[in-house]
């Protein structure tokens, strides 16, 4: 079993920063994509990044290019997500999800991932 572990919401201005992070457990794979969502109130999950985790290539929607950056540290089975120059419509619930039959590219739908986190809520305020 794979567990996903997030932490780093929380409350921020808008213009603000915030650090997610998202700590593997388990068993745990040699090359799969991990990848960040989020679900803000009344509207359905949508994909925001990926990366895949031995090659480290990255892909955003285009709603956060430019603004969040994603990472991993590929020794702490960690994946990291940055979140700059925010705004109030960032404000929702963010999960990691880890695609473990996904070596290469990514996927922007949810269904692909099998492993998700309990996910974090991320408030911007105006």
């Known amino acids: 079993q794979v567990q996903l572990v997030e932490s780093g919401g929380g409350l921020v201005q808008a213009g603000g920063s915030l650090r997610l992070s998202c700590a593997v457990a388990?068993?745990?794979?040699?090359?799969?994509?991990m990848g960040w969502f989020r679900q803000a109130p009344g509207k359905e999950r949508e994909f925001v990044a990926a990366?895949?985790?031995?090659?480290?290539?990255?892909y955003y929607a285009d709603s956060v290019k430019g603004r969040f950056t994603i990472s991993r540290d590929y020794a702490k089975k960690t994946a990291y997500f940055q979140l700059n120059s925010l705004k109030a419509e960032d404000t929702a619930v963010y999960y990691c999800?880890?695609?473990?039959?996904?070596?290469?590219?990514?996927?922007?739908?949810?269904?692909?991932?099998?492993?998700w986190g309990q996910g974090t809520q991320v408030t911007v305020s105006t």
């Open positions: 999800a880890a695609d473990v039959d996904r070596q290469f590219g990514s996927s922007s739908a949810a269904y692909d991932y099998d492993y």
């Open positions: 388990g068993r745990t794979f040699s090359s799969y994509t």
């Open positions: 990366i895949n985790w031995s090659g480290g290539r990255t």
